[in-house]
């Protein structure tokens, strides 16, 4: 494959279209990288800022360049400038989280089992959020605290209200009740990432976040595109557990009913995790590609204070991941 030519920022793959930025997702979750040592980190960043600078050394490819781009995305987060903590990076989403969701999916859980997972997978996705925030205006800790109850809350609440409701469906056979119960987590995981990120980015709605120019040169603070940021990225949490948390299920059922599986039951969980694992490596940069994490919006439709501050048409957000 034919490497293009490297871009400070960009990407390698074209991220007007979905494909391009699934690729591209593909790339940054790659969890490789979370065994990338703290010297290749350092030559990486190196390399890149001798590139900044104009004093590349001679016979330093392309390739190498978006390696070492790749890299740093990985594991820097954009705005801070530091390091992102191991299991709430892009790269880490998958290895940490299948064995939540393994955990959410399994048959017969009990009240108090149904609780903790979906308090643990809550609490794993408000670190996530708050680690891959728009950090371009400090979040306070009570909107952490305040998105982190209102998720675990409402999973909660959603998973054992739903599941009492079915158990004590008279209508159902047992067997209905057994297969309606394997689709509880969605609902209630939908619902709380909703939750959570409006609850912890709200100060980004009240406040606004920083727009740039071509060139990443800060313009100014706009609530337009805040907005924008916020409820693209809550769309996305709205889809990205349905193929992870129903699909399994769907998998499982047909399974169950095989006859290798019927004579070995203890496959059962290595088959159950080895649908959630595949499920969710490819949801996680599918449904994150539904939107460019560097958005553009036209000038003209941002507030009067930022067109007076810029000549051009159109400019850049983080949104967030």
Not at 60 to 82: F, M, R, Y
Not at 181 to 201: E, K, S, W
Request: proline share 7%; charged share 20%; with cysteine.
């Amino acid at each position: 494959m034919e490497v293009p030519e490297f871009k400070l920022g960009g990407s390698r793959f074209d991220q007007t279209q979905f494909s391009g930025r699934f690729r591209h997702l593909v790339d940054i979750t790659d969890p490789r990288t979370l065994f990338t040592s703290e010297r290749k980190l350092q030559d990486s960043i190196a390399l890149l800022e001798d590139y900044k600078q104009k004093r590349l050394a001679s016979g330093v490819t392309d390739q190498q360049l978006w390696e070492a781009q790749k890299i740093k995305q990985s594991i820097i987060h954009p705005d801070t400038g530091k390091k992102v903590f191991m299991p709430f990076r892009m790269s880490g989403y998958v290895p940490f989280g299948t064995p939540i969701v393994v955990g959410m999916l399994l048959p017969n859980l009990t009240f108090p089992q149904m609780i903790f997972w979906q308090w643990l997978n809550q609490s794993h996705n408000a670190c996530f959020n708050y680690a891959n925030r728009n950090a371009s205006k400090p979040t306070p800790t009570s909107r952490f605290i305040a998105g982190y109850v209102g998720a675990v809350t409402s999973a909660i609440s959603i998973a054992v209200g739903l599941s009492y409701l079915i158990k004590k469906a008279s209508r159902f056979s047992a067997s209905t009740k057994l297969l309606i119960q394997r689709f509880v987590p969605y609902p209630a995981v939908a619902c709380a990432n909703i939750c959570n990120v409006l609850l912890m980015r709200n100060t980004e709605l009240t406040e606004g976040i920083s727009v740039m120019d071509k060139d990443h040169n800060v313009v100014g603070s706009s609530k337009i595109a805040a907005k924008r940021a916020v409820f693209s990225t809550a769309g996305t949490r709205v889809v990205l557990p349905a193929p992870i948390l129903i699909i399994p299920p769907i998998v499982m059922t047909f399974l169950e009913k095989t006859r290798f599986l019927q004579r070995n039951p203890r496959f059962h969980l290595p088959l159950n995790a080895l649908a959630c694992t595949i499920s969710f490596g490819l949801a996680l940069p599918a449904t994150v590609a539904m939107f460019p994490q560097y958005a553009t919006i036209a000038t003209k439709d941002l507030e009067p204070e930022i067109q007076a501050a810029t000549s051009e048409e159109t400019l850049i957000y983080n949104k967030g991941l």
